[in-house]
C-alpha cells in the first residue's frame, strides 16, 4: 500500500472550514501520481515517451467525516485489479487512524493523443503487479 501525506489548506476549504468535497479527488489524485512516481513512471514520460494517459473511469467514493483547515491527512493507494487496460485501486484518506474518505478508483489507460483505450504498457503493468 503506497501512502501520500496531504496538509488541508485554507484554499481547500470552504467558508466553515471545512474541506469542500471536490478537494477529496484531487488528494486522491495527487496520491496516485505520486504511486506511479514512485513505481518509476512520471506523468510526462508516459504521456510523451509511451504515448499513454491514465483517466479516471469510474469513481466509487464515501464520504463518512469531514477533514477541516489545517489537518495532516494520509491519502493511501492500492491496487486491487489490474486487466488489460485498467486498474482499480482502492483508496483511503485517513486523519491519524480515522477513515474520512473511503473510494474505489477505475483508471483506464487511453492514447495521449487520440485517447482512444489502450493496453497498459508491459512495464507499468509489470511494476505495478510486483510493488
Not at 504521456?47 to 464520504?63: C, D, G, K, P
Request: aromatic share 12%; charged share 20%; hydrophobic share 40%.
Amino acid at each position: 500500500m503506497f501512502q501520500w501525506p496531504v496538509r488541508v489548506y485554507y484554499e481547500d476549504t470552504d467558508a466553515g472550514g471545512v474541506v469542500y468535497h471536490s478537494q477529496y479527488l484531487n488528494f486522491m489524485e495527487r496520491a496516485r501520481t505520486e504511486w506511479l512516481r514512485h513505481l518509476g513512471f512520471e506523468q510526462t514520460y508516459l504521456r510523451e515517451s509511451l504515448n499513454v494517459l491514465f483517466v479516471v473511469h469510474s469513481m466509487q467514493i464515501q464520504f463518512k467525516k469531514p477533514a477541516r483547515f489545517d489537518d495532516m491527512l494520509m491519502v493511501s493507494n492500492h491496487l486491487i485489479a489490474i486487466g488489460h487496460g485498467s486498474f482499480t485501486c482502492q483508496q483511503l484518506i485517513l486523519k491519524e487512524t480515522q477513515t474520512l474518505i473511503e473510494a474505489q478508483v477505475k483508471v483506464a489507460c487511453v492514447n495521449a493523443l487520440n485517447f482512444k483505450p489502450t493496453g497498459i504498457p508491459a512495464p507499468i503493468k509489470h511494476s505495478m503487479e510486483s510493488a
